[in-house]
């Protein structure tokens, strides 16, 4: 963020900092905890839950990051022209950063509880001590990005992680025939990250769930954020 700042106050470049928070769903890193715990949990194998799961994290579906991308993208900066007194603008240079977050912060173990409805089966559950210099809870101000876009991000983590666990399970080849015909994107690597199990895995939620025409397929949620409210590591640049 410094240094896309000295860059918009010398060469006059809009820039928009991002800072993500608790990103979720399809195509997600493999090493953040959604992944890792949807991967323990069909193979079988334990979840490590910090501080006993007691973490609160603003989870944020992939879609929702999408959206508000996209219509920041038609919004740059005009250095003078804030949108109001909350607008992080600086004041000599077209340079803001904006929060893309759920706004409503839950528990990790909340988080657990929906993949468990939505796999079909419970979370074997490590508990292990909070990571030293872990915050335990995180929360996204919104009301920038709300000024800016008129968007909020408003997928709860009972839509989300059943349309994650769709992709999961078409991605990884442990899918059922609804969830593969609707993911057109899909890239089944067989049944070797089934936990050796070979036969298919049943439908875990109720078809009337709402299905998802998802734009996450076509991009990535690469970033996460573990910063406190408002406060943190800048992941991409407008």
Same mark, same amino acid.
């Not at 007194?85 to 077209?94: M, N, T």
């Not at 089966?121 to 929360?139: F, S, Y």
């Not at 050796?196 to 734009?215: C, Q, T, V």
């Given at each position: 963020?410094?240094?896309?700042?000295?860059?918009?106050?010398?060469?006059?470049?809009?820039?928009?900092?991002?800072? !993500?928070?608790?990103?979720?769903?399809?195509?997600?890193?493999?090493?953040?905890?959604?992944?890792?715990?949807?991967?323990?949990? !069909?193979?079988?194998? $334990?979840?490590?839950?910090?501080?006993?799961?007691?973490?609160?994290?603003?989870?944020?579906?992939? *879609?929702?990051?999408?959206?508000?991308?996209?219509?920041?993208?038609?919004?740059?900066?005009?250095?003078?022209?804030?949108?109001?007194?909350?607008?992080?603008?600086? $004041?000599?240079? =077209?340079?803001?950063?904006?929060?893309?977050?759920?706004?409503? $912060?839950?528990?990790?173990?909340?988080?657990? *509880?929906?993949?468990?409805?939505?796999?079909?089966?419970?979370?074997?559950?490590?508990?292990?001590?909070?990571?030293?210099? *872990?915050?335990?809870?995180?929360?996204?101000?919104?009301?920038?990005?709300?000024?800016?876009?008129? !968007?909020?991000?408003?997928?709860?983590?009972?839509?989300?992680?059943?349309?994650?666990?769709?992709?999961?399970?078409?991605?990884?080849?442990?899918?059922?025939?609804?969830?593969?015909?609707?993911? =057109?994107?899909?890239?089944?690597?067989?049944?070797?990250?089934?936990?050796?199990?070979?036969?298919?895995?049943?439908?875990?939620?109720?078809?009337?769930? $709402?299905? /998802?025409?998802?734009?996450?397929?076509?991009?990535?949620?690469? !970033?996460?954020?573990?910063?406190? /409210?408002?406060?943190?590591?800048?992941?991409?640049?407008?």
């Amino acid at each position: 963020e410094l240094m896309g700042h000295s860059y918009a106050h010398l060469f006059t470049i809009p820039m928009t900092f991002f800072r !993500f928070f608790t990103v979720y769903g399809p195509w997600g890193r493999p090493d953040m905890a959604p992944m890792k715990f949807a991967k323990a949990m !069909f193979a079988g194998e $334990p979840i490590e839950l910090y501080n006993a799961g007691d973490m609160v994290r603003d989870f944020t579906f992939i *879609d929702d990051l999408v959206e508000a991308v996209v219509r920041l993208s038609a919004h740059p900066p005009v250095a003078g022209e804030p949108v109001g007194p909350d607008d992080s603008l600086s $004041p000599v240079a =077209p340079h803001r950063v904006v929060n893309i977050g759920a706004g409503a $912060p839950q528990t990790v173990l909340e988080f657990v *509880d929906a993949l468990e409805r939505a796999i079909g089966r419970p979370a074997k559950r490590q508990n292990l001590p909070i990571q030293p210099g *872990d915050p335990q809870r995180t929360e996204a101000s919104t009301d920038l990005l709300f000024a800016l876009t008129g !968007f909020r991000p408003t997928t709860p983590i009972a839509d989300g992680v059943p349309a994650f666990i769709d992709w999961y399970r078409a991605h990884y080849g442990v899918c059922t025939a609804r969830a593969r015909a609707a993911n =057109p994107y899909h890239v089944p690597v067989g049944e070797r990250y089934c936990g050796g199990n070979s036969a298919p895995i049943g439908e875990s939620y109720a078809a009337s769930s $709402p299905s /998802r025409s998802s734009r996450s397929v076509l991009t990535t949620s690469l !970033f996460q954020n573990k910063s406190h /409210r408002g406060r943190g590591r800048s992941d991409m640049i407008s």
